[in-house]
């Protein structure tokens, strides 16, 4: 039989999907298709941090009932975890949580046998076990997420997250070095460590996200990247020992969501503006060059024009390299759904597009900062004759050649932010 995986989302739902792909695979009864149109199973890995994800799944699934009517359809991911009856409506043959990965050649066996709907969500609840799963290598040969937590406990008056994730349950550092080993054995030169809150690593288990930085480096790994952190988990300790660790690149995602005070507090997030800063000026002490990359949501409910306006002084002011802006979405059983006060559409959509812009205009300055540099530059790809690749703090590279270079880490000279703004040219030295 041949599958395909759908994959929506973050990081970490990349991950699973990998792990789902592997344990098809490694039956021998399972091969990958090209699409899914081609496939007898399709698994759509959903997810639910915004109503826009939430529709695409639901009309991705729609589109492949309609275009291969005789596929096995698998929803699998955060949508089922949190609303069950939203999950039948999508008509997937099998429905899975957030819970039991683990089992997709099982339930998949199950229906082909008996033909009959399966539902399998099972509600998460505290003490639940980390659940080992582990890719088989990633196409690319580059680089390699690496779950290392699942779960988190912050309730942020936005967030469905808690909710469709569960507690924290952190990986087993010995696991974390030998999945880390498995990985630089199968090729790639950068880890990049993910889960649904990875500042809160090892609070289950006695452990620090240093302890895992640490035993990834012990793996081998040349290159180590953090995904998405909340900086208040993170003490100034572990910052600086971070800071020890050889390869760690200095990038860092960490949200602020608003750089006004009234609005983080409605948010319920667990720092102020002043504080938020205060993390990002020790990060750039303690890395060299390091870039800091960022989450804002507008229009949140309550959010007043001077609001606003705090958050546009502050992004400005603090100087990051990107910002993934978004919207308020108002997502059903959050506590921020139910204020009275929410923003009009039209105004949302015009804060988005005015933070947009001075977004650009900040990443063009952050790699204008760039030139005169030497990177270096983990390659990527090539095409229309140029290799192209990320340096330790993320900014994208590109070089001029007629020869691969995937999976080589050379040292560039950077000369130009190319009039896009989206990323530097250079030679290599």
């Known amino acids: 039989m041949k599958f395909f995986i759908y994959t929506f989302g973050c990081k970490t739902n990349t991950y699973e999907s990998e792990a789902m792909s592997r344990l098809l695979s490694e039956t021998g009864r399972f091969e990958e298709a090209e699409s899914y149109g081609s496939a007898d199973v399709v698994i759509v890995n959903s997810c639910m941090v915004t109503e826009e994800s939430e529709k695409k799944a639901k009309k991705l699934m729609r589109r492949i009932r309609r275009e291969n009517p005789e596929a096995v359809i698998v929803l699998g991911g955060c949508m089922p975890q949190v609303n069950r009856e939203k999950s039948l409506d999508t008509g997937a043959d099998i429905i899975l949580g957030n819970t039991d990965r683990s089992g997709i050649v099982r339930v998949i066996d199950e229906y082909v046998e008996s033909r009959k709907r399966i539902f399998s969500v099972v509600p998460h609840e505290r003490g639940e076990a980390f659940e080992m799963l582990s890719p088989m290598g990633y196409r690319s040969l580059t680089r390699a997420n690496l779950k290392i937590e699942d779960g988190c406990e912050c309730f942020c008056s936005y967030c469905v997250i808690p909710f469709a994730r569960g507690p924290v349950r952190s990986m087993p550092v010995e696991n974390v070095y030998n999945v880390a080993k498995d990985l630089v054995n199968a090729g790639h030169r950068e880890i990049v460590l993910t889960g649904i809150n990875i500042g809160m690593y090892g609070r289950d288990i006695g452990y620090t996200i240093y302890d895992a930085v640490k035993a990834v480096h012990e793996a081998g790994a040349e ?21 020890e660790v050889p390869g760690l690149c200095p990038h860092f995602h960490t949200s602020l969501q608003s750089g006004s005070d009234d609005v983080l507090k409605r948010m319920l997030r667990r720092y102020d503006s002043k504080e938020y800063r205060r993390k990002i000026e020790l990060l750039r002490e303690c890395f060299d060059n390091a870039s800091i990359t960022t989450d804002v949501i507008v229009g949140f409910p309550g959010e007043s024009d001077e609001d ?19 919207p308020y979405s108002r997502r059903e059983g959050t506590a921020a759904a139910k204020f009275t006060d929410q923003i009009p559409v039209e105004v949302k959509k015009a804060r988005t597009r005015e933070l947009e812009k001075v977004a650009a205009e900040l990443k063009r300055d952050f790699l204008g900062t760039q030139k005169g540099r030497v990177l270096n530059v983990l390659f990527e790809r090539n095409a229309a004759g140029e290799a192209r690749g990320h340096a330790e703090n993320y900014v994208e590279v590109r070089v001029r050649s007629d020869v691969s270079l995937k999976n080589r880490i050379m040292p560039v000279r950077i000369l130009e932010v190319h009039e896009s703004g989206e990323y530097v040219t250079g030679e290599i030295v």
């Open 223 to 243: 290159r180590i990247r953090l995904g998405s952190v909340e900086i208040d988990l993170i003490s100034d300790e572990t910052v600086r020992n971070l800071s």
């Open 308 to 326: 606003f306006r705090d958050t546009v002084r502050f992004v400005r002011e603090t100087g990051f390299f990107r910002i993934h802006v978004f």
